[in-house]
């Protein structure tokens, strides 16, 4: 009885300690540096995870004016190790003007569609000009 104990306790605190260990934000890089108004913009947000098995996500964008959304929630296994993944987001080419693009990552366990946790994750930003193409 007490070993079923013992067990049910380490998996829950195992449980819970994937679903708070947080994810972190490493860069954003924008792609290209200085991009015009003919060019596809790429950003490349790379993100380390606390468990295995972060390659499977969902990801949303969306434009407001001079302001890009984009999220994505990674879907976590069971096994706790340092889990690198770089999210790649693409733009059309935009209008010129000075854009912020905000970014949040979140993590969930299990499979794909996972539900985020209870603490939202880290978010971060990064600026840049689209000049007008020549």
């Known amino acids: ?9 380490c998996s829950l605190l195992f449980t819970i300690h994937s679903q708070v260990a947080s994810q972190w934000i490493m860069s954003l890089t924008v792609i290209p540096a200085n991009p015009s108004t003919a060019d596809t913009i790429t950003i490349l947000a790379s993100c380390n995870f606390p468990s295995a098995g972060c390659n499977q996500y969902t990801q949303t964008l969306s ?3 001079t302001d890009i959304y984009a999220s994505a929630l990674h879907c976590l296994g069971p096994m706790t190790v340092i889990c690198p993944y770089t999210d790649t987001i ?3 080419p935009l209008p010129a003007g000075n854009y912020t693009f905000h970014f949040q990552v979140d993590a969930g366990f299990g499979s794909v ?8 994750g880290p978010n971060d930003s990064v600026t840049f000009i689209v000049s007008p193409a020549v």
């Open 1 to 9: 009885m007490k070993n079923k104990f013992f067990l049910f306790t």
């Open 90 to 92: 693409i733009i059309n």
């Open 113 to 120: 569609p996972c539900t985020p946790g209870i603490i939202p």
């Open 63 to 65: 434009i407001a004016g």
